[in-house]
């Protein structure tokens, strides 16, 4: 996931340059929504590997654009203003779904509802593990979970 973030932010920055930044956002908002739905119903650890990288994708399309949207819709003397308002929302709005989701997750045999997750978050990377923990017990592995 990080390598494709990594390798395809500068050239979707180009890209978001020529056709427009909203143009771009929304194609990763897009991407988002496509592999989210992927994690939520994934028949198989192999499914949400595959989808990990286009995952990568998505923060490509946004990270960076997404900052220079802000910067370019804020006037000159509230760039700072802005940029903290932009940063405040991106760290406070995952607490929410922290709360509210992995406590469902650990109710209902730790499968994590991303569908359910009304503010965002990071369920894909809890249900990979506890799919893969699932694989490893029913062919008679041993893992180091702590959940019981």
């Known amino acids: ?5 990594a390798v395809s932010s500068f050239p ?5 340059d020529r056709i427009g930044r909203k143009v771009v956002l929304i194609t990763g908002f897009g991407i988002f929504f496509i592999v989210y739905l992927g994690f939520a119903f994934a028949p198989s650890a192999l499914v949400i ?9 998505y923060y490509g399309l946004t990270d960076g654009v997404s900052k220079v949207l802000v910067s370019d819709l804020a006037p000159p003397h509230l760039k700072a203003t802005a940029f903290g308002t932009y940063y405040f ?15 469902l997750a650990d109710r209902r045999s730790y499968v994590c509802p991303p569908l359910r997750r009304d503010y965002g978050g990071d369920c894909g990377a809890d249900n990979w593990s506890l799919r893969a923990e699932r694989s490893a017990n029913r062919w008679g592995y041993i893992t180091l979970s702590t959940r019981k």
């Open 12 to 16: 979707f920055g180009i890209i978001s």
């Open 49 to 57: 590997s595959v989808l990990f990288p286009v995952y990568g994708l």
């Open 1 to 5: 996931m990080n390598v494709i973030y």
């Open 89 to 103: 929302i991106i760290g406070v709005v995952p607490l929410p779904a922290s709360l509210r989701g992995h406590p």
